[in-house]
């Protein structure tokens, strides 16, 4: 645009300097003038051509020192007047121009166009050289001229102008909506004078509408969606309800649409809450807070909950808008949680395997638990754990292990790799010798890919497992030195079985010969006793009969001699009635008959019987008699023989001048105990127990200091059998001995039949 006033302002200097070259020419000579006038003309020209220069040199003439000095003021004016042209010349052009996203485009009266600005350019994309003098219709997409025109063809519109939106065209052929303003250049000119047309392009414009709209739409599905409650109030009214509170209160979201916000509130906090956000509502006092109030809960207790609260502006007012949290929800989740946490806690603690937390991430990881193993197992101080750093935990465990260094390792990949690294076999020498293994893993947000919060350690003592391990080898050892043993004696124990069952068939045919002999030998004892008794009671008749005069007169020593044989003969017959009861016995033919007899009756004369060999000793007897109840029911010459029998050994076995007493007292319910103890050698211990086997004498060697037959006490013994009563022997060697049996009361044996 070439619109620069240095053309006719250099045409008034090159005017002026002539006209003083003119006045010159006057003055000096022509050639002097022509030269210098020559001089300044070029220079002017560099001028011309380079403004900035300078000013000219002085001339040394002074008929041209006085024009140079006007040429140079002149120069200096110019270039003051250039440089404001400039600067206008440069505002016009960036008015004209326009802002680069704004379309300025100048038609001449057939709508032709005239100007097309550097806007004009970037939206277009025609160049102005391309466009100028095209009609305007062209920068218009398909219809969309022939829609404005009519309307631009109203005069008063024409004058004032329109603002449409249409869709312009570029000239690539794509289209894009665009703000049209269309107006006269200059309107007072009337119809038929140019016209500007204004366009700005609407694409970014509606993008930003889409964008807003969709952003407008994500938060609106959000607030929809929320849980949480969020609603709007205008003048204390909910203007806006999410499907969130409705379900929170229990009422429907239409039913709330335009309710007085009390409505939702409990009697107990409704003035507060109401006063609260009336005040936010006015603008005054803060402009976002939080409430903890209970809200209305239309079927059900009211809900302790949490607002939220900050005032905007809706629809061109001012109101409120809030969430609300429901915390009866929270609390009893939170209750939940605690008592989850508690019971984890718990079973953390009783687990006898170590268990040890470390929080954090890199160097700022620090204990947030150790359970009771893992303390016992290092001799730690299970309160000052929590809240230990690494570092420092680390080294208490070193100090507790024979090898640090491994440990040390185990933490520090634990570390690096977030969480996984094991340990087996580490060493621990205090607070005990012990054996562990230790394993660790990360501990994350969520199971598989969450933020690492920290790493867990776990350590399994192995001490116990192995002391019972080297127990558990040790007892199998045993156990196998057990088997080959009883394997072994088992072997044995089948000889000795082998060699037993031998000895037992021996043993069986030796007894057989013994049951035989012993048969035989009964059998020998009970003729013999017989054949010799008979003979030996005739002896002993005829004796007596010879001892009474009987067959005549005696000289005394015949007597005395008869006497003596005649002792010797009762002895031999009451040896040979022993005899006879024995086999009797023995061979169960042995028959009781039975009748009351008072006991001191068989006592006085197993004493009678006696008598003589008591007197001989010197031996004093005694009885005594503890109870009345004295009549005892038995077979009388049975039960004598067991009394003389007794009486027989207890003399025997006496010292000269002993006693003998015997004593009758209450015994068991219906039985009588007899003692008849005596102060003769006694018996030892171990021979107590075989007095009453048969043919047993305590000493049985041939050269014995007392005669007899061993079989006096075994007859006692089944006399008292067959009567139902049992006897026992007390004794100590040197001392005496008391024989106690019991015999059956009369009394009582016939009570009870
Ligand atoms: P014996 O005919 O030998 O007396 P017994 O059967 O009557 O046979 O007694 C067996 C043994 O018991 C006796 O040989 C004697 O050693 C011992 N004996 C029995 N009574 C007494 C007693 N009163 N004092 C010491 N020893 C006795």
Redesign the pocket.
Known sequence: MDISPDGALLAAAVALAAAAVGTALAILGIGTLRRAARRLAGQIADLRRHPQIGDLPAESDPAFRTLSLEINHLIRDLRARLREADRRSGELEAVLDGPPDLALVSTDPEWRIVSFSRGAVALTLWQREEILGNHVETLFAAGEWERILPKLARRPLREAGIVESARLLRRDGTAFPASLSVAPASPASGAAGSMLLVARDLTSATELERRLRDSEERYRRLVEGVSDGVFITQSERLVYVNPGLARLVGVDRKELQGAPFKDLLDARDLLRVVEILRRAERGEGAASGEISCLLRVRQGAPAECRVAWATTEFQGRRAVVGTIADLTERTRLERVLAASEAALRATLQSTADGILLLRGSGGDRAVSLANRAFCELFGLFAETMPGQSEAELVRALKERCTTPEKLERFFAEAGSTAGAATLAGLEIAVPRRALADLVADSVRSSPEAGEVLGIIVTARDLTARIDAETALRRSLDDLAKAKADLENAYVELAGAQKILAERNTQLETLNAELKSLDEMKSNLLANVSHELHTPLVSIKGYTEMILKRRLGPLTPEQERGLSVALKNIDRLVEMIDNLLSFSRMEKGETQLHLEDVPLWQLVDEAIEMVGERIQKKGITVTTQYETDDLVVRGDRVKLGQVLT??L???V???RDGGRITVTARKGPRGFLEVDLA?T????PPE?QGK??E?F?????SPS?R???????????RDILRLHGCSIRVK?EPDK??V?TFTLPLAHDQAGSV
């Open positions: 029998n007794l027989t050994n207890a025997k076995f006496n005596d003769g050698i006694g018996i021979e007095i009453f048969r047993y004498q305590v000493d049985s014995r007392y005669e007899g037959t061993g079989i006096g006490l075994s007859i006692v004794s005496g001995s024989f």
